[in-house]
T-cell receptor
Framework: KQEVTQIPAALSVPEGENLVLNCSFT??????LQWFRQDPGKGLTSLLL?????REQTSGRLNASLDKSSGRSTLYIAASQPGDSATYLC???????????FGQGTTLQVKP | EAEVAQSPRYKITEKSQAVAFWCDPI?????LYWYRQILGQGPELLVQ????????DSQLPKDRFSAERLKGVDSTLKIQPAELGDSAMYLC??????????????FGEGSRLTVL
């Protein structure tokens, strides 16, 4: 059974700092790992999808890596901005239906 | 850019009443999901459709929840009767893929339910 854990639950950094969000999963037999952003009261916005054959994906200031053997993924945010303040969720697929199992999320606050 | 449409955005109801949520996935997406998210937690899958067929409803409280996707396009999630513990965000998502590798999921804005 897939379980996904995100640490830390909350993070506060000054503007301009580079930061790393962590995600771990228990079942390495995944097809995909996906990172999402969620603003308060809103739905989830897909940030990056990493397929199991890939080691990393990049979009702008975001870089996500995947290490299936250790069951870990990281989301690196470069030069953080106050607009990056949100909750970041990672999710790994599970079983033969491909359903996504989510972590609890990391709530990021970037202070001006 | 194509989006997943959900309605209503907000719903306030009294316990024991019936509520319904509607979702229209991105055109051409075979797989549709309903997730429930309690404040401060990650979303949890309620039901997953591939075309019009249910492929996973193991976490759906079937005594009060029902979901359908009759023509394999849009979907309705119903709760009857609503209970206080049903207060949550109900999120719909869709993906192009099928089977074990469903690919990237795209979510709607969600329907926030408050049960009084």
């Amino acid at each position: 059974k897939q379980e996904v854990t995100q640490i830390p639950a909350a993070l506060s950094v000054p503007e301009g700092e580079n930061l790393v969000l962590n995600c771990s999963f228990t079942d390495s037999a995944i097809y995909n790992l996906q990172w999402f952003r969620q603003d308060p009261g809103k739905g989830l916005t897909s940030l990056l999808l990493i397929q199991s054959s890939q080691r990393e994906q990049t979009s702008g200031r975001l870089n996500a890596s995947l290490d299936k053997s250790s069951g870990r993924s990281t989301l690196y945010i470069a030069a953080s901005q106050p607009g990056d303040s949100a909750t970041y969720l990672c999710a790994a697929d599970s079983g033969n239906t491909g359903k996504l199992i989510f972590g609890q999320g990391t709530t990021l606050q970037v202070k001006p | 850019e194509a989006e997943v449409a959900q309605s209503p955005r907000y719903k306030i109801t009294e316990k024991s009443q019936a509520v319904a949520f509607w979702c229209d996935p991105i055109s051409g997406h075979a797989t549709l999901y309903w997730y429930r998210q309690i404040l401060g937690q990650g979303p949890e899958l309620l039901v997953q459709f591939q075309d019009e067929s249910v492929v996973d409803d193991s976490q759906l409280p079937k005594d009060r929840f029902s979901a359908e996707r009759l023509k394999g396009v849009d979907s309705t999630l119903k709760i009857q009767p609503a209970e206080l513990g049903d207060s949550a965000m109900y999120l719909c998502a869709s993906s192009r893929g099928q089977g074990a590798n469903t690919g990237e999921l795209f979510f709607g804005e969600g329907s926030r339910l408050t049960v009084l």
